[in-house]
């Protein structure tokens, strides 16, 4: 007879959309139970080839590298091929990072890298049923959405969880069945850690004082959401389609004007579609109702989401950027004095050349203009530029991006700049070429 596990496993599949897939599936395995029991479960019920990848973090000393050891030998055991890496995760925790956000996007990278080096096209995760209920707890706690109190999905992109219908309990006894030992985390026992307080002392107190089935009934609210979250989610990618403008540099962008005229929910649903799409931290209430309010104030303001990304609002636009790149001093002027040649300047390079060809440019990056016999200059737009067209210009851009001079008489400012009408000439003529690169503001 099937064990339950492996039936909810295969609904699961059917579900997230693997089950029948032969090609190559990444299992995140660290030794604990549930990755454990997601190993022996995917050994039954998947047709293609397993990949375990293991991250030793260094967090818990000693005890991580027996963790490591005991994948290391579980893998010889089954026969199956594994990727240990050690990463020190303490050392590379980012400013204002919590360690146990730093490990799950150290570990979340890893995983991604070592399904991009065997072509697979899964990644299995070990989330049960009772860390959808313990989710759904602290995104309650926490101040959520719809989306947030569907606790944790069954699949997003690649990654998938193939136990995201079964109980804790569940895979114990699966275990013990097959006599396959697994190592317990010391760490989950400290109730300092709000998840870990969740899970021994109130879902427990739930349980006992007020409502026996409370598990029961949290997934059976999660399943009745679930339709909604999707409405919204699709109302949200919707809004973003038609609003999304292309700027330089910029991660996201909008038109700020259509974006009023949304309804506040709407715009919401937009933020949390883009927050999913770029891999940011969920808002939570109080600061998407600042966000919203902010949208009806007067343009210049900014909104810092996390670390150094912030929301920046001018010229029309609403802009999703990193302050690094844009709040950098600007560089020196310098001097295009050689006929043909490139240089580094502000978050981007410059390409020029003196040429006989008398075709417009046709880019917005690129211009082809009269030879007036000076040199021309790149300097900031803010010093190049006077007043009346510096408006046109978004205000956090005017200092970090650049505008050519010739002389006193013209300059071309990149993407911002009017269109320049050319007039077929027999002089030389100057090609210019800006190539914008966000990477310049990653540390």
Known sequence: MTHPVIRKVQKAGKEQGWIDSDKTLVAAVSGGGDSVALLDALAETYHGRIVVAHLEHGIRGASSVADADFVKELCRDKNLEAVVRSVPVPRQRRRGESMEQAARRIRYQFLEEVRKSFEADWIGVGHNSDDVVETMLLNFLRGTGVSGLCGLLG??????????????????DFL???????????????TRYLRNKLRLELIPSLVESYNPN???KMLFLRESLIPCREFLEERGKGASLLLRRNLPLAICAWDLLSLRRLVPSARADMFRYEASDFGLGTLDHRQMERLLGLLSLRQGWRFQWEKTLEIRAGGGFLALLDRKLFDRPPDPPFVLDETKSKTRWGAG?????????????FSDFSVVLPDSGKAPVIMSSSAALPQAMLASIPWFYRKCWPTVVFGDKMSWTPFWGRPYEFQETDSFCIRLTYTPDRSVGES
Do not use: M, Y
Not at 155 to 172: E, K, M, N, T
Not at 176 to 190: C, I, K, S, V, Y
Not at 349 to 361: F, I, M, S
């Open 349 to 361: 390079t410059l390409k020029w050349e003196r040429t006989g060809l008398k075709k417009p440019a």
């Open 176 to 190: 013990l069945e097959h006599g396959q030992p697994w190592r317990e985390d010391e760490t989950n026992t400290d």
């Open 155 to 172: 699949r997003r992109g690649r990654i998938v969880r193939p136990l995201i219908h079964c109980s804790r309990l569940d895979l114990r």
């Open 214 to 216: 409370f598990r029961e």
